[in-house]
C-alpha cells in the first residue's frame, strides 16, 4: 500500500469537505457534485476491505518526531487516526511533534468541525487533547488507555486559525499514569485538561492489533 498516495487523496477529500460545509451550493452545483461522488463511491466500492493492523516492528520501534524534524506521515503508525491520521480523509489532520518531554499537536480546524457559529466543536477539541496526551504514552515506551479525561474550556475554540496542545505526564503511580494537557490560539488559552490512563501489557496490544 503507498501511504504517501492514499494521503494526497485524502487530503483533497479533507479539503472537499470544508468547501461542502463552508459554501451556498446551488442545485445546478449539488446534482453535478452527486454525480461526481456517486462515481468516486464506486472506485472506493470496488476495492477489497482492508484489516487496520500495523507492523508489528513499527509498533516495538515506535517514536515520536521532534522539533524541527517536520511531519512524516511515517513516523506515525495509525495513519487512519481520526485527529493525526494524515490518511484519513475525515479527520482533523493535525500535526505532531516532540518537544521535551511533551508532546505537541498543532491543527487549523475546518469548517466541517464548527460547532457554535464561528467556534470549534468541542467534541474536536477534545479528541484533539486526547490523542496529544496519547502521543506521550510513545514517548514513554509504553502503551495505555485513557480511562477519565476532565476538560475545561476557557475561551472559544477559533475556527480556521491555528490551534496547538501540548500534553506532559504530571504524576505516574504504578499503572496509573496523571496527564495535563493545554490547547491555546495563539496567546490565548482556550482549553485545558487533565486525564487518567492506564498502561496495558505491550504484548497482549501486539497480539490484537498487529500483523506478525
Request: glycine content about 8%; overall charge negative.
Amino acid at each position: 500500500m503507498d501511504v504517501a498516495r492514499r494521503v494526497e487523496v485524502a487530503t483533497r477529500l479533507r479539503a472537499l469537505g470544508h468547501e461542502f460545509v463552508s459554501r451556498d451550493l446551488s442545485d445546478e452545483q449539488l446534482a453535478t457534485m452527486r454525480a461526481a461522488v456517486d462515481d468516486l463511491l464506486l472506485i472506493a466500492a470496488s476495492a477489497p476491505l482492508r484489516e487496520r493492523r500495523v507492523p508489528r516492528a513499527s509498533v516495538e520501534a515506535f517514536t515520536t518526531p521532534t522539533v524541527g524534524e517536520g511531519r512524516d506521515v511515517q513516523h506515525h503508525i495509525f495513519a487512519d487516526s481520526m485527529v493525526s491520521g494524515l490518511a484519513n480523509p475525515m479527520g482533523l489532520g493535525a500535526e505532531l511533534w516532540r518537544d521535551g518531554d511533551a508532546a505537541v499537536m498543532q491543527v487549523t480546524l475546518g469548517s466541517a468541525f464548527e460547532g457554535a457559529p464561528g467556534r470549534s466543536h468541542g467534541g474536536a477539541v477534545a479528541a484533539l487533547i486526547d490523542e496529544t496526551m496519547g502521543l506521550v504514552m510513545g514517548m514513554q515506551g509504553v502503551l495505555a488507555f485513557t480511562a477519565t479525561l476532565d476538560l475545561v474550556f476557557t475561551a472559544p475554540t477559533p475556527i480556521d486559525e491555528p490551534v496547538v496542545a501540548r500534553a506532559w505526564i504530571d504524576e505516574r503511580r504504578g499503572r496509573k499514569l496523571r496527564l495535563r494537557a493545554t490547547v491555546t490560539s495563539g496567546d490565548v488559552l482556550v482549553a485545558e485538561a487533565t486525564a487518567l490512563f492506564i498502561t496495558v501489557d505491550p504484548a497482549t496490544f501486539l497480539e490484537a492489533a498487529t500483523e506478525g
